[in-house]
């Protein structure tokens, strides 16, 4: 059964950074791009980021663009979002996703992900 598990979450003050991790089991992690959504209460998921499977390919959401950086490891099974210079609006859910690579549309089109890690919370104080 494929499992994704984000870890890295908390609270941390506007300004600070934080280092999200995913670590997958039970999946051929260099066949999958790896993305990143976040879920704010009230508000549906979106996207924040994407990388294709190899790592060359990145793509970040104009909200997060300059401030958090994706990358992956295939060694480990592991992505990460690295987050910097944190907003009070940055609070969410952050959840980590793997498509695979005969996935078709928008790489930031959730319903184009096969597999969702639980979440984890990130909390921006001000």
């Known amino acids: 059964q494929v499992q994704l598990v984000e870890s890295g979450g908390g609270l941390v003050q506007a300004g600070g950074s934080l280092r999200l991790a995913c670590a997958a089991s039970e999946l051929t992690f260099s066949n999958y791009a790896m993305g990143w959504f976040r879920q704010a209460p009230g508000k549906e998921r979106e996207f924040v980021a994407y990388?294709?499977?190899?790592?060359?390919?990145?793509v970040h959401a104009d909200s997060v663009k300059g401030r958090f950086t994706i990358s992956r490891d295939n060694a480990k099974n592991t992505v990460y979002l690295q987050m910097n210079s944190l907003k009070p609006e940055d609070t969410a859910v952050y959840y980590c996703a793997a498509r695979a690579t005969t996935a078709y549309g928008s790489t930031g089109n959730r319903d184009t992900y096969n597999y969702w890690g639980q979440g984890t919370q990130v909390t921006v104080s001000s």
């Open positions: 990388i294709n499977r190899h790592g060359y390919n990145t």
